[in-house]
């Protein structure tokens, strides 16, 4: 393979997206009723050859990529699969809402320093969001019965290409109105600047939720 080849043109490229993460577990009524009952996820399938083989595939609210769980679907130890992330708009609702749901989960935290805190070896962080709720700044961690884990993490204005601008979408009504109540605030701040109310709001408020979800810089 040649550099030319590495330096392809990106419309040149295959995409190699992530669509499923394979969990291992020891139970897997037990799971299927963590993820699907509790959790609340959406069950796509339930399917199962002899006593050798069953497959259960969930989706959790909003994502683009599902989990599977089940019988002969890995070797991996149930409980391995550590700091699988989560990410949501609102990191406090999202936590409200699983202990809504029965579920055990740690206080909201952030790194003093870096990021590297989200990991179970250190643990060590600082009680509470991220100062100015920065995003990608801020954690809360759960457990599944076999102690798979998973990390939340709270993303509001994505790093530059991580989102393609032509391409934005929000993955629930909860996701928009989180995203238009910051453009709100934003927009608050605009109208102090200028000194003057902005009728042609509508757009200002789009032109901020999209660079916003790319990563674009925002409007002032």
Known sequence: MSTADLDA???NRTDFKIEVLVVPVSDVDKARAFYADILGWRVDADVSAG???RLVHVTPPG???SVMFGTGLTQAAPGSAQSTHLVVSDIEAACAELV???IQISEVYH??????????FPRE?????APDRRSYGSFASFEDPDGNLWILQEVTSRLPGRVDPTMTTYGSV???AQAMKRAETAHGEHEKRTGQPDAEWADWYASYMIAEQSGAPLPR
């Open 100 to 102: 809504r749901r029965g």
């Open 63 to 65: 994502s683009p990529c």
């Open 125 to 129: 962080w600082s009680v509470g969001a």
């Open 174 to 176: 909860s996701d928009l």
């Open 51 to 53: 006593t050798d083989f």
């Open 9 to 11: 043109p990106a419309e």
């Open 111 to 120: 790194c003093s320093t870096g990021f590297a805190c989200r990991f179970p």
